[in-house]
């Protein structure tokens, strides 16, 4: 059924156990957590699946190792269960990748080095390889390219990495094989209540970003998933004198990352400055053929769709990298740069007569019109965020309890003896798990665009994978404008052309290229 079709057709649904408002990790995991339970749902996605947020992180799946400072043995373990699951249901886009601590001070290898070992041993069976105290030369043999001058040598210990946004289409396409509809461009624009008690309903109000048309879809319970723009959502849903009234959930904090070359640091291993000059934190994580750097931590009050990078953020990324590796690294270095904005929890009250729980890193809260709104948390647990929502749902009674079906692979997960290409190599064909044979049936299988490209692929993504426009393909389906904005601008006409083809529809191709010159920093060092 084509997209347009499936618009249409949401008002012949009827009404729907669940609706989720938001297509990032939190919300498809929702949907899909639910659709499993054999409840039917329907995901709407303002913009394009994990288009926020979500494409946007360090591209690590990780345990929290700041927790260890904490003392909070219990969300350390949690996380390092759920790494090791999400590790297991999508191996062609979730691996193991051993990281390295360089020591310059006597004392840093055996301090860091004794906290990972609790790591290890709170990971247990999910452990992925033990920490290793290195010496010099094991040192320089992991990374290469790490600054040699007063190197004594480093603590290796393993977390996990993947590709985040491709992920996010994983978990579409798994929870509309489990029976949901999930739809991009699909912007809900008011949200009522129609009945409460023991017969809960409410009327979704929903808009067709691409096409133009309106319908309405009727839901026993809507979860509002919608990153850090829920507060917006929550507010919309209340009644105009309680509009502004309840506390925010979201405090905002942006993230910025810069892409290099790999050789700035071959190998690999990813590099970990555990404290900056400034008590942050430097990441330095091989990635898809390129170099990850980052990230800042900065609040800003403001939730733009394209946040630009501070100046002060990229001088420290930039300076702090230089300082980590052999060779200084400029501006004209970077390929690409991006920003990421984080939901962190804000701690609310739920609005009149709501209640409220506050769960590890992230918070769910129902409403008194039934509402329940998810935020903050991490890709790593974006399961346990899932069936936390999902219990909410079954207390406050907006849904029959039913059991977690557990175990499940995500759509195009190879079998555990298939040998698996690592994430940091070139992007490739690999990516596509089982589903190659699918994307080489597609026309134009030997007609490489560029960076790994087929014409294939993007045939691909717009009869699979949901794509509408040039950015889809380009910033999602496959990662160029992450790894080489100028390289996606050379590539934009050609997938333009191919999704015209396919669509008939607008590829957006001038937003895009806009767009690429966001990705690069700007000339005016003081911009």
Known sequence: MKRTELFESLPDLGVVDLAVVGGGATGLGVALDAALRGFSVVLLESHDFASGTSSRSTKLLHGGVRYLAQGNLSLVREALAERATV???APHLAQPLPFVMPSYRWWQT?????????????AGSAGLGRTEFLSLEETLQALPGVQPNGLRGGVKYWDGQFDDARLALALARSAEAAGARVLNYAEVTAVRQISGGDNPLSSLDVTDRRGGTNAVVQARCVVNATGVWVDALRDRTQPP??????SRMVSPSQGV?????RDFLPGGHALLVPKTRDGRVLFAVPWLGKLVLGTTDTPRSDLPREPDAFVEELNFILGEASKALSRPVR??????????LRPL??????????TKVLSREHTVVVDANGLVTVTGGKWTTYRAMAVDVLERCFSSRLLPARAEVAGKVLLGAEASSSPITPLYAEPGIHLYGTEVPQVLACPGSDVVLGAGLTEAMVRYATRFEYAQTVEDVLARRWRVLF???AEAARLAPQVASILVEELGS???LAHFQVLCNHYLPSKDASS
């Open 87 to 89: 590790l297991r249901i």
């Open 110 to 122: 055996p301090f860091y080095g004794l906290g990972l070992k609790l790591y290890d041993l709170l």
């Open 241 to 246: 004198a309680s509009q502004g009234a309840a």
């Open 257 to 261: 990352h810069v892409v290099v070359d």
């Open 331 to 340: 501006r004209e270095d970077i390929r690409s740069l991006w920003v990421g």
């Open 345 to 354: 929890v804000a701690a609310p009250e739920a609005a009149e007569g709501g």
């Open 483 to 485: 790894l080489d904005a």
């Open 506 to 508: 607008d590829p957006e």
